[in-house]
Each structure stands twice: as structure tokens, then as C-alpha cells.
């Protein structure tokens, strides 16, 4: 077994430990963290804009119009079901 | 309902399960590796013993993989939300919205902060602060689901909750009794075990590989007791939460536990279909044919765990259509027709409401107010021509169910067999059964994903259980654009789980950190 060697008591410091888990990273974390910031960038910046717009935010600037279109929706759908 | 519109539901129920299905297939690696390291990180703070710490490690490499790739997948179910479903968005307003909320600011600062000091911490902060990091990532992973299924088991049990008329909202009056519903902390419980399991499975499945490749032999054994046992727990807890589940669901959703069994007629003292084949020649819930080939039924079963009464009546299909029969608080069911008036009933009364409130007639508009909330509970009834459109796929549902039970009850005789041989010390040598737990590792994500397969397909029309049905929760948006979206959302998970099984493989077989290892190991 091998002896733990003791480390000397230094203050925790974030800002350290966040700099040098990201300088040293290896070849592993980094391709993870490409991975991850490449699929962020594709849903955040591709198909939410392009593809997924609020239908009622975008359409409707305020809450009275969006719930007037709701209603509307509703009433209809269910007057089609007659 | 037009052609277009029943395509663009289609369409949005399809996207939204590829979604689902998806991203369920790297959270419940999270929350069952994220608990596994913390047992294992235990072990080595406790005993010191510097393997535990390098198994551990090794573990949490495996972790980071999944979560970096899995981690934001469940966002895209949000997007669909304002696209797609931007009617149903709207009418839950924030009874859905808080809960995510809640689990979005737990999962950025919980998880995000622990998960950096359980990666980077190493050697930065003591052992125990390091241990402390790893459980509450384990916590906080648990947390995030937890707000998750308190909003899906809102869907399936709408509690808490008054319908306001003039903003077309149903608006939170008791936060607690969403968040703590029966129905809630039920699948929560049954969905993390699920998650438990998936992690048992994965790691004496990767473990068992190492055996079978001779190599890490110790590490191999320890991963091996450690997944075992949280499996074990995991699926007997399945079976014991599992029967919470059918007791709600039989309270709450009959038609879904009628379909969960292929019970087209309802019985006192019904018994539990263990194993059968549905006949295919039963095409209308009414007609005179036999819904089953075959089935083998444990006596009386269904009765004692849907209502604790083995005598107890459990409707069939028929009976929720038809109506008539006894209910628990002593009432008598309605029939689908008489619902659907009241339905149409309540559907009226809103729209009533709304050209009074604009003629500023405000004592017809109260009238009308008054006559919605007592039908209220019937609203989405109004949404449905025929009791048909109540049934949701029964073959798809049974054999869903049936196949996870069946998986569920694998498992456990396999851990216990797994068990017994670690016990007699020659587990590095059963050959036959580090593969069964090898090739058993996809039975578990299966197992998941029949779960929600049989929660989900099983309370089909419904996206609020009898107030709002699919088609009207659904946005005005064409269904190609929503095909488009599915195709683009099929590459876009295939790629990312091609890469997480590409990452993960190499990253198994290079295995824990030889030199680190062995160090100790000599």
C-alpha cells in the first residue's frame, strides 16, 4: 500500500482549480467538451431560432392576444369534433 | 380533423418520443453511475484503500462521457413545447413551467458546481469534501428528475390547479399538492430505481467483460459487487414501487391499466395476466371476440393490486366507454357519452364567458364561469366524437408492460445468481455468466424505455388527463415542417449516441488507469 503523503494545508481557491482543470485537460475532456459545446451551439443557435420559434412569443406581443389566440384555437378544434 | 392538422399531431407526438426516448437513454446512466461512484468513493474514504478511489475514478471517467454528451439532450423537449405544443403551453401555464424551472436552476447550480470539484477537486479539497461533491451530484441529478416527473405527473393526475377563463390558464393554488401528488413522488421513486438499475446492469455488464477478457481482475470484481447490489436493490424496488404505480394508475387512469392488460371487460376479483398473447382478430372494444390467443393469469391479482381488495371490480375497456360501474367514493361511473356533454358543456361555457366579458355582461359572463368549473372535469371530453378515441393502443401498451415485468424479474435472478457466485469466490471464473451479464446490458435501457412506452402510449388521447386531449394541445404548424424537424432531431441523436457508445467503448477498453492501479494492486 502506498504511504499517502500529506499535502500542505493551501487556501481553496475556485478560480485555481477551475484554470488548471481546464489548461491541463486531456485528450478525453477536451473532445467531450467539444462534443458538448458543438451540440449547444447546433440546438441553441440553429434549430431553436430556425426551427423551433415560440409560436405564441413570436407571433403575439402580449399575454391578453396570446391567450385570445389559444382560446380561439380551442373553440375551434372542439367545433370541429362536432 | 383535417388531414393537416392530424398529420402535424402525428408528426409532433413522433418527434416528441424520438426526443424522449432519446434522451432517456443517457439520463438514467447519469443518476445510476452517479450513485455507484458515490458508494465507491464511500468505500475509499472510509477504508482508505487506494483501489476503491482508482475504481471510483474510473467509474466517474465513464460518467463524464455520458454526461457530456447526454447533458441539455432534455432542452429540445422544451423547444418542442413552444413550437409545437404552444396551445398546451399555454393552458398549463406555470403549474408545468415552475417545476422545470426549479429543475433547471437545481441542475445548473447543483450539479454544475459539484460535478466541477468531482472532476477537478481531486487533490484540491479534502477527501471528504470531495466525497461530499460526489453525492450531491448524485442529489442533485435525482433532483433534476425529480421536478421533471412532478411535471409529468402532473400530465397524467392534474391537481393543484384552477382554470381561469380569462387568461385560458390553468393557474397553480397549491404547489405542494402538485409537487407532492400521490401520482409524483410515486414515479419518481419508480422512475430513479429505474435509473439505479440501468446503472447496476451497465456496470456488472462492463465489469463482467473485464472477467471475460481476464484483465483488471480486482478492479472487475469490485465494479461487480458494487453494481450487483445497487441492481438488485434497484429492481426489487422496482417490483415494490411498481405496485404503487398500478395502485394510482388503477385510481387514476383505468383506461390505462385496462389496456396495460388487455382487459376489454371488467371483473370482480380480476386476475393479473403474468404471460399472454393478444388475439389481433379483436378490432372494436365491444365486439364478441376473444381478446386473447392464450393467457396465463395469477388469480384474483389485478383486483388486490389495483384497488387492495381481491374481490374489488376492475373496469375494462367496455365498462370506461359504457359507464355504470361502482365507484370507489360510491358513485357511478360515467359513460363516455354523458362526459362528452359535459364536455361540450364546459367547452361552451368558455366560450360564452368570453362574449359576455367583451359585451360586459359580467353577471352572465360569473354564470357562465360557474357552469365551466363544474364541468371542468370533463373539458377535454368535448374534444372526442367517439368512445373509440378513448382507447389508446392496447397491443403496444400490454406487451410493453408485460416485456418490462419480465425483464425486471430476469434481472433479479440474475444478480441473485451473480451474487452467489462472488459469494463462492469463482465468479472470475463462471464464464456463462459474465456474458449473460454482458449481453444483458441493453435489457435494462429496454426495461426504461417500456416503462415510458406504457406511461405515456397508455393514457393516450390524453396530454392532460381528461382535460386536454392531443389534438387540441397541438400548434397550428404544418405537419412537414414538424417531419422536417424529426428527421433533422433522428440524425442529430443518432450522431450523438454514436458518439458516446464510439467514446465509451474505447474508453472501457483502455480501461482504469493501469499505472495508478496496479501501483496499488502491487
Known amino acids: 500500500m502506498e504511504i499517502e503523503i500529506m499535502r500542505p494545508v493551501v487556501k481553496f481557491n475556485w478560480f485555481k482549480m477551475f484554470w488548471d482543470g481546464f489548461t491541463n485537460m486531456n485528450r478525453l475532456s477536451k473532445t467531450l467538451w467539444i462534443v458538448a459545446i458543438v451540440k449547444l451551439i447546433i440546438m441553441y443557435f440553429i434549430l431553436r431560432p430556425f426551427f423551433f420559434p415560440n409560436v405564441l412569443d413570436t407571433t403575439y406581443d402580449n399575454d391578453a392576444d396570446k391567450a385570445k389566440h389559444v382560446r380561439t384555437e380551442l373553440l375551434e378544434k372542439a367545433s370541429g369534433a362536432e | 380533423m383535417d388531414l393537416l392538422s392530424a398529420s402535424a399531431v402525428n408528426w409532433s407526438r413522433a418527434q416528441f418520443a424520438l426526443t424522449a426516448s432519446y434522451h432517456w437513454l443517457f439520463v438514467p446512466l447519469t443518476i445510476g453511475l452517479a450513485l455507484i461512484m458515490a458508494i465507491m468513493e464511500s468505500i475509499y474514504v472510509k477504508t482508505g484503500d487506494e483501489k476503491w478511489k482508482h475504481t471510483s475514478k474510473f467509474w466517474q471517467k465513464i460518467f463524464g462521457i455520458n454526461f457530456a454528451i447526454g447533458v441539455a439532450t432534455g432542452i429540445i423537449l422544451e423547444f418542442q413545447f413552444g413550437t409545437n405544443w404552444s396551445n398546451y403551453s399555454w393552458f398549463v401555464g406555470d403549474i408545468f413551467g415552475a417545476p422545470l424551472a426549479i429543475e433547471g436552476i437545481i441542475a445548473f447550480f447543483l450539479e454544475a458546481t459539484f460535478i466541477s470539484i468531482m472532476f477537478f477537486g481531486w487533490n484540491r479539497v479534502s477527501r471528504k469534501t470531495h466525497l461530499l461533491s460526489t453525492w450531491l451530484v448524485f442529489v442533485g441529478s435525482s433532483l433534476s428528475a425529480f421536478w421533471i416527473l412532478v411535471a409529468n405527473a402532473w400530465m397524467q393526475y392534474p391537481v393543484g390547479m384552477e382554470f381561469n377563463p380569462e387568461t385560458v390558464r390553468n393557474e397553480m393554488v397549491d404547489f405542494w399538492a402538485v409537487a407532492l401528488s400521490p401520482v409524483a413522488y410515486n414515479k419518481f421513486l419508480h422512475t430513479t430505481f429505474s435509473c439505479w438499475a440501468v446503472g447496476g446492469s451497465f456496470v456488472a455488464g462492463v465489469a463482467s467483460w473485464y472477467l471475460l477478457k481476464k484483465r483488471h481482475t480486482d478492479f472487475a470484481i469490485q465494479s461487480l459487487r458494487i453494481g450487483s447490489l445497487v441492481g438488485l436493490v434497484a429492481f426489487v424496488m422496482l417490483a415494490i414501487t411498481g ?245 433533422l432531431f433522428a440524425v442529430l441523436f443518432t450522431g450523438l449516441l454514436v458518439a458516446e457508445v464510439t467514446i465509451m467503448v474505447k474508453q472501457i477498453k483502455k480501461g482504469p488507469e493501469v499505472a495508478e492501479y496496479e501501483k496499488v494492486e502491487n
Do not use: C
Not at chain 2, 429496454?446 to 416503462?451: D, T
Open chain 2, 243 to 487: 405496485d404503487g404505480s398500478a395502485y394510482h394508475v388503477a385510481q387514476k387512469q383505468p383506461m390505462k391499466l385496462a389496456a396495460m392488460e388487455g382487459l376489454y371487460e371488467g371483473k370482480e376479483g380480476a386476475g393479473l395476466v403474468a404471460v399472454g398473447m393478444l388475439n389481433p382478430a379483436k378490432t372494436a372494444y365491444n365486439d364478441e371476440v376473444d381478446p386473447y390467443i392464450f393467457k396465463l393469469e395469477i388469480p384474483k391479482l389485478l383486483s388486490l393490486l389495483g384497488y387492495r381488495n381481491i374481490n374489488a371490480f376492475v373496469p375494462g375497456v367496455k365498462d370506461i366507454v359504457d359507464g355504470g360501474y361502482p365507484l370507489a367514493d360510491g358513485t357511478t361511473a360515467l359513460s363516455f357519452e354523458e362526459r362528452k356533454v359535459r364536455g361540450k358543456k364546459a367547452i361552451q361555457a368558455l366560450a360564452d364567458y368570453q362574449v359576455a366579458r367583451e359585451e360586459g355582461r359580467d353577471a352572465d359572463a360569473a354564470n357562465h364561469e360557474i357552469i365551466l368549473r363544474e364541468n371542468y372535469a370533463h373539458f377535454g371530453y368535448g374534444y372526442l366524437e367517439t368512445g373509440e378515441e378513448l382507447i389508446p393502443n392496447i397491443p403496444l401498451t400490454f406487451y410493453s408492460f408485460h416485456l418490462m415485468v419480465m425483464i425486471g424479474f430476469f434481472y433479479i435472478l440474475l444478480f441473485l445468481v451473480i451474487f452467489y457466485y462472488l459469494y463462492r469466490k469463482n465468479m472470475s471464473r463462471t464464464r456463462w455468466l459474465q456474458y449473460v451479464a454482458l449481453w444483458s446490458i441493453p435489457l435494462s435501457y429496454i426495461a426504461g424505455q417500456l416503462g415510458w412506452v406504457v406511461a405515456e402510449v397508455g393514457r393516450q388521447p390524453w396530454t392532460i388527463q381528461d382535460i386536454l386531449p392531443v389534438n387540441a394541445a397541438v400548434s397550428a404548424v404544418s405537419g412537414e415542417n414538424v417531419m422536417t424537424t424529426f428527421i
